[in-house]
């Protein structure tokens, strides 16, 4: 195992490259599978979580070539096996994204239960009602078998937005025999990638980048190439890790039209950047004082599915809230165990009260000092790294295979950017 050595106060400038988006690279990996004609994915994200998805996909017999670290090949032409490694597949979450097009290619999938992040409960309900209504038979216990004979168009009510419920939806619908329409459906950007892609390939998608989408089942999707948007997570997490710091920070080809309810979220917490074209432009002046809500009340920021305050950046706020003058409360209404990691902050001298498992109020700033600390997921750990990055002394962070699940090459980023930080094996493991 290796760990990150961070020396703090030392501020984030620079210019900066963004990584592929990674919750579009797996479904898009997955979706390989629904043709058997050779696909290309450009602006791949050089992640472990993508290699574990490529891992699955040659452990069941797909041709995978990594052409270079952001250039994947897949070629589907045969399918050996519709049992999947309970080993790899338990690695990561997005493993889940297979069962629809395992579905239609195969018609039958045996599939273990997903991994991933702990940070709650995460139901696959929604995936199984989802492909069940397009009727396949479901059976489960310790893991799942999907069975079908035909899949059929459907009308489908979602019983959440799920983001991965969705894409599983639409990859099975694509070669469903005649009309479906998914409705409650989820259309973050990633969803849209997934659509965007499958209709260039051949796939007939109405109302993308709504909540109601209709598909019309086609017999046969082609190959081809397909380039993947930049990943607005790793845009607003470098965008917190500038502030704080008091960096200048050019965050090239961001995808800006992805971050609008961010760029909210973060102007109330003191937080600005401006929009150049395709890049955004991070100033080293920032207030980074917390506005009140109306009448002088303490503001209160939450998650919910987009276009709302997305999830996988509310770690990253409370670390950057820290560093902000005033009080905020957050309210995680997604999942139940994420704020779980705070007590790392508060260790590190932040001022936080976990009210329950969803909600913490933050008050700041807090002069944070280094300390030694553990990544519990992806994105608590790059919040952990933000408090490193502004705390007086060095810090150690461990299990940070976790935050390479979904950041690229982290340490030689911020080392670019003019970070004190270093990759080290960690000889306690």
Request: hydrophobic fraction near 40%.
């Amino acid at each position: 195992m290796e760990k990150l050595l961070i020396e703090g106060g030392h501020p984030i400038s620079g210019t900066l490259i963004p990584s592929g988006n990674k919750n579009a690279a797996l479904p898009l990996l997955a979706a390989c599978l629904l043709t058997d004609e050779p696909v290309t994915l450009r602006n791949m994200p050089d992640i472990g979580d993508i290699r574990t998805m490529g891992e699955i996909l040659a452990d069941i017999g797909i041709d995978v070539q990594q052409v270079d670290p952001h250039t994947w090949r897949i070629h589907a032409q045969d399918v050996r096996t519709n049992k999947l490694s309970a080993d790899l597949f338990s690695r990561i979450r997005g493993s889940i994204t297979l069962a629809g097009p395992m579905l239609a290619r195969t018609g039958t999938v045996h599939m273990p239960r997903p991994g991933g992040d702990v940070i709650g409960r995460r139901r696959v309900d929604t995936h199984f009602l989802a492909l069940t209504g397009l009727g396949a038979e479901v059976k489960s216990s310790l893991s799942f078998r999907l069975e079908c004979d035909q899949l059929e168009g459907a009308d489908i009510l979602l019983d959440e937005a799920s983001v991965t419920g969705t894409e599983n939806a639409i990859m099975a619908a694509v070669l469903a025999k005649g009309t479906s329409v998914i409705r409650n459906a989820a259309c973050e950007p990633h969803v849209q990638d997934l659509c965007n892609m499958l209709c260039n390939f051949g796939a007939q998608i109405e109302g993308i980048g709504s909540n109601t989408l209709t598909i019309q089942g086609v017999e046969h999707l082609n190959g081809g190439e397909y380039t993947i948007g930049a990943d607005y997570m790793e845009v607003g997490s470098y965008i917190a890790l500038a502030a704080a710091t008091g960096g200048e920070l050019l965050i090239k080809n961001a995808a800006p039209e992805h971050l609008r309810m961010v760029e909210m979220v973060y102007r109330r917490l003191g937080v600005r950047f401006e929009v150049r074209g395709d890049d955004v432009f991070v100033p080293a002046d920032q207030s980074m004082a917390i506005t009140p809500d109306l009448g002088g009340a303490i503001p209160s920021i939450y998650d919910a599915p987009w276009p709302a305050f997305p999830a996988d950046l509310m770690s990253v706020s409370v670390a950057l809230a820290s560093q902000c003058q005033g009080t905020v409360l957050f309210h995680e209404k997604m999942f139940e165990s994420r704020l779980y990691w705070v007590d790392k902050l508060i260790w590190m001298g932040a001022r936080i009260i976990l009210c329950d498992p969803h909600r913490c109020v933050v008050q700041g700033p807090s002069p944070l000092h280094g300390d030694e600390v553990k990544s519990p997921d992806i994105r608590a750990g790059m919040a952990l790294l933000l408090a490193a990055l502004c705390a007086e002394g060095e810090s150690v962070i461990h299990n940070i295979h976790q935050i390479d699940r979904g950041y690229e090459h982290v340490e030689d980023k911020l080392r670019s950017l003019g970070a004190r930080i270093e990759r080290v094996v960690d000889c306690a493991d």
